[in-house]
């Protein structure tokens, strides 16, 4: 099993461009999440999916879309980038949503 | 949604047990309690997650009170290797639209000293 994967690895952007990140997981994981963790911050919940077809909002959803048409993956859009979005990107999948997190080794993403 | 406080950083020396206390007045009933290990450019890795009282595994133990207001993490042992940053997370299982709420808080930064 790979686990979690996410691509790419480090992404440049300009303010206003659009970009989508991208998470997989080969485990059959219902429940994924995307999260932003800023320099010496912890993680925030930025959307979250509880299986096929159903997302949902974290603590810091705007500026930010996801949707879920698999199992498998779990896209996350920046629709107009902005500075502020500056940050390492993490997906993680869980079985059920108190199960253990596995992790993705991240994307990190400057938006100048 | 559960707030936890954490100590920003500890040291420790190689060989020590050491002890990572993390409040949380106002968790919940169905609430369970989880702690992740993160390491500089890596995303965090699971460690230990129990409700009550004590879970121990092969790398951790996790002692919880009665009242569940607050945990602490036992490293054993520990060696340079377990220099990371720690997470206590609180968080109860998905039961409806909005209510999957679960707050990394910045962590314990512990560094382990030869």
């Known amino acids: 099993n790979a686990g979690v994967t996410q691509t790419p690895k480090f992404q440049v952007l300009k303010t206003g461009q659009s970009m989508t990140l991208q998470c997989a997981q080969d485990?059959?994981?219902?429940?994924m999440s995307w999260y932003r963790q800023d320099p010496g911050m912890g993680l925030r919940l930025i959307h979250y999916?509880?299986?096929?077809?159903?997302?949902d909002q974290g603590e810091v959803p705007n500026g930010y879309n996801v949707s879920r048409s698999t199992t498998e993956d779990f896209p996350l859009r920046l629709l107009s980038a902005a500075p502020s979005q500056t940050s390492v990107y993490f997906c993680?999948?869980?079985?059920?949503?108190?199960?253990?997190?596995?992790f993705g080794p991240g994307t990190r993403l400057t938006v100048l | 949604l559960a707030k936890t406080t954490q100590p920003i950083s500890m040291d420790s020396y190689e060989g020590q047990e050491v002890n990572i206390t993390c409040s949380h007045n106002?968790?919940?009933?169905?609430?369970?309690i989880t702690w992740y290990q993160q390491f500089p450019s890596q995303g965090p890795r699971f460690i230990i997650q129990?409700?009550?009282t004590k879970v121990t595994n092969e790398v951790a133990s996790l002692f919880i009170p009665a009242d569940r207001k607050s945990s602490t993490l036992s490293l054993p042992r520990v060696s340079l290797s377990d220099t990371a940053v720690y997470y206590c997370?609180?968080?109860?299982?998905?039961?409806?639209?909005?209510?999957?709420?679960?707050?990394f808080g910045k962590g314990t930064k512990l560094s382990v000293i030869p």
């Open positions: 997370l609180v968080g109860a299982p998905y039961s409806g639209a909005g209510s999957y709420q679960l707050t």
């Open positions: 106002n968790i919940a009933t169905n609430d369970y």
């Open positions: 993680a999948s869980s079985r059920g949503s108190a199960d253990t997190q596995y």
């Open positions: 129990g409700y009550k």
């Open positions: 999916s509880v299986g096929a077809g159903i997302t």
């Open positions: 485990m059959n994981h219902e429940y």
